[in-house]
Every structure is written in C-alpha cells, then in structure tokens.
C-alpha cells in the first residue's frame, strides 16, 4: 500500500520540470492527480502517468480558472487532499532592464497564482472535512 493511495491531488506546473516531476513522485505513490498547465504539456504528463492523471488546462493568473480548476477535482473524487501551487516563471536579464509589465507577469503567475491556488484549496478542503 502506498502512502498517497485514495488522496487526491491538484498540481499547477505539471507541464515541466518541477511540476511535472512532482505529479509523477505523487502518483508513483497511491495518488490521483489533477496535472495543471497552461501550455498544453500537461497532456503529454498525464498521459506519461497513466489511469492516475487527469490532465486540465489552467491559467493560474485567472483566480476563476483556478477555482473552477479545484471545484472539477471535488467534482469528480469529492475532494481535494494535497494542492502544489508549482506552476511559474523566472526572469533572465539584469534587472537594470527590467520592463515593468514583464515584472507584472512575473508576478501574476509567480505570486498571485499560489494565492489563488492556496485560497480555493482551503476552501475545498475545509468544505470536506479535510485536507
């Protein structure tokens, strides 16, 4: 029996790299995990995953994508047990030139996105008892 069997996941970024690593490491332990992305690479993780993985497009800038992100993951298994707000962007130029509305972005997706992520999480888990 693994330790995540029965839990249920929601994981932003599972399109690469971190995310995607982490999607995997859940389901290779028992969980059935929701893999969020905004570029369409969440497919090919879920698919790498197998029965385990539901892929779902989600913009975590948009707090009501992200809500109904969460609310499609109580839908279907009743519950939320673990959410990885992962998904994010880094900046590769001196900041000396940053421009600003690259800064904003940043920060949408970087900041602003946990807070969304976060917020609907507590709320479904709170409304089932768990979490």
Known sequence: MAELDGKV?????AGSGLGKASAK???DYGATVFCADISG???ATAASIGDAAIP???D???EA???AMIAAAVERFGRVDA????AGVTLFQELA???MAEYERIMDIDLRGVVHGTKHAVRAMRGAGGG
Do not use: H, K, Y
């Open 25 to 27: 490491l859940f389901a």
């Open 41 to 43: 690479a969440q497919n």
């Open 65 to 67: 994508e992200v809500e």
């Open 60 to 62: 975590v800038r948009n």
């Open 97 to 99: 030139e940053l421009d």
């Open 9 to 13: 996941a929601v994981i932003t970024g």
């Open 83 to 86: 959410v990885l707000n992962i």
């Open 56 to 58: 779902i497009r989600c």
